[in-house]
């Protein structure tokens, strides 16, 4: 192949596979203390459509309200890949709240029943959760929330394949214990297309074979 040729290539690859690499921005889609209350109610959740990056949930739970119901939609060609508990703060000294999720645009059943979630965890500085450390504020909370076998965090949960692919999914955050402060981020990523993929793999392959040649 002549140099011009591969170098034809590599230009349309890039071009392509540059899509990618879509700038990722931070953005808050609801602060309570802005905004007001989150919905209460896990039939009628706020709805929110997530975009590559971060998409901050701020608000408050705790006595005489107790559960923030979100739904959130990842657009086709995005996956949800984080879920982190960004800050936790409890003036009442609650160590730990709880969330988890459903597939869907309104969460159904019971939000007490462990079969009515994909995934849970507890979360804040002092969570119980089995087989993880106590804090994790500061992390991602979706591979805890994976673990749904007996005795895990998540026993008795449907389950849910990591990353999140797109879809609508409704959350629960909740706290029966005094009043606490969360942040939670929603981390989404683009995924790649298989095409774009092919041309990546095809420029990589005329690449080495280049390199060998020489």
């Known amino acids: 192949m002549s140099r011009k040729r591969f170098a034809s290539l590599l230009f349309g690859a890039a071009v ?3 899509g990618l690499s879509l700038p990722s921005f931070a953005s808050v889609l609801w602060n309570e203390s802005v905004s007001g209350d989150l919905s209460n109610n896990q039939a009628a959740p706020n709805t929110f459509t997530l975009a590559p990056g ?7 739970v705790g006595t005489g309200d107790t559960q923030d119901w979100v739904s959130v939609t990842v657009p086709a060609g995005d996956a949800l890949t984080g879920y982190v ?4 703060s ?3 000294g ?12 309104s969460f159904v059943g019971s939000a007490f029943t462990a079969s009515s979630y994909a995934g849970y965890a507890h979360y804040g500085p002092g ?4 087989s993880t450390p106590l804090s994790n504020v500061g992390t991602d909370l979706l591979p805890t929330m994976a673990q749904n076998g007996p005795g895990q965090a998540a026993a008795g949960a449907t389950g849910f394949t990591q990353p999140i692919g797109a879809g609508t999914y409704t959350f629960l955050i909740q706290q029966l214990g005094s009043p606490t402060n969360y942040q939670f981020d929603f981390n989404v990523t683009a995924v790649p297309e298989p095409a774009s993929l092919c041309l990546m793999g095809i420029a990589g392959t005329f690449a080495l074979r280049r390199r060998k040649a020489r």
């Open 16 to 18: 392509i596979t540059s």
């Open 85 to 88: 508990l960004a800050s936790f």
């Open 90 to 92: 409890s003036p009442g």
């Open 54 to 60: 971060t998409n901050s949930v701020i608000g408050s």
């Open 127 to 130: 969570a119980t959760n089995p």
């Open 94 to 105: 609650d160590q730990q709240g709880f969330t988890g999720f459903q597939v869907g645009s």
